[in-house]
């Protein structure tokens, strides 16, 4: 589904993503991790458009995306969630989410004119596949930090992705926050049927649910394969020392 061959990126004379490669099959839940600073997410940047590598490529299901602008890769349907949340803090939920099918599906020139009927349906649908029915009238801002990530993987879902991009989905989270945040995402990768590539400091999560797991650090791949490989090895255990990384979960 997605075929990523050495990948480069340097900013300045600093390499932050070196010949990095890396395949997710169709439906699998694959996981970037690796320390801060690692590369996570200039790596999703690179994939998702925001960034242009300076060499290697980007396929998409067969097809070579590599350098296409963000709103291209988007619509060929890969969605994504930022590290930092990305809602509008001052709208509805209901608003938020209707904004994103608004925008994906490109309403003409008045994009901002009020039409409260404007893919009600389908918003009311997604809120509560998100977890958030019956917070439709909330201000989106006033929401638990956690219930504002559900928001934003919403804004991210509106566009109706095969592949979706998690920048750290847990980060800042709670423990219960992190728990119901990732049998969330379980749920609907099932139900959507989708491919899920994702990046994690919590070692816990990545183990819970990641069915393939590669390591990044200072920009390079050192370790990728399924979770008990990855584990195992000893140059990522190395570089977690102390991290938690031998918890059974
Ligand atoms: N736009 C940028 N300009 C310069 N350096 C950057 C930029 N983005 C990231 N970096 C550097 O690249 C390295 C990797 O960053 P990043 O991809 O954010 O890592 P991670 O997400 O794994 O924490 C870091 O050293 C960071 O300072
Ligand atoms: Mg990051």
Redesign the pocket.
């Known amino acids: 589904m997605l075929e990523i061959s050495r990948l480069s990126k340097s900013?300045?004379g600093?390499r932050?993503v070196s010949d990095v490669s890396l395949t997710v099959e169709a439906r699998q839940i694959a996981a970037v991790i690796?320390p801060?600073?690692?590369?996570?997410?200039?790596?999703f940047n690179l994939i998702t458009g925001h960034l242009r590598p300076d060499s290697g490529k980007v396929m998409l299901g067969g097809r070579d995306i590599t350098g296409a602008a963000p709103h291209r890769i988007c619509r060929m349907g890969v969605g994504r969630s930022f590290?930092r949340t990305n809602i509008f803090a001052k709208l509805t939920v209901f608003e938020n989410l209707q904004a994103a099918f608004i925008v994906h599906h490109r309403r003409g020139p008045n994009l901002w004119s009020r039409s409260d009927s404007l893919y009600r349906d389908e918003t009311m649908e997604l809120l509560r596949s998100i977890g958030l029915g019956g917070q439709e009238k909330t201000i989106a801002g006033t929401l638990s930090y956690g219930n504002q990530k559900q928001v934003e993987l919403g804004l991210a879902l509106a566009s109706d992705p095969g592949v979706l991009l998690l920048d750290e989905p847990t980060a800042g989270m709670s423990s219960t926050e992190t728990h119901e945040t990732i049998a969330l995402l379980e749920r609907i990768a099932e139900e959507r049927e989708l491919t899920l590539l994702f990046?994690e400091h919590d070692m816990e999560v990545v183990f819970s649910i990641a069915q393939k797991i590669a390591v990044?650090h200072q920009?390079h791949i050192i370790a990728e394969g399924l979770p008990d490989t990855v584990r195992a090895n000893d140059e990522v255990r190395r570089v977690y020392l102390g991290h938690g990384l031998t918890h059974q979960s």
């Open positions: 900013f300045g600093f932050a690796g801060n600073g690692a590369g996570k997410s200039t790596l590290q990046t990044l920009g």
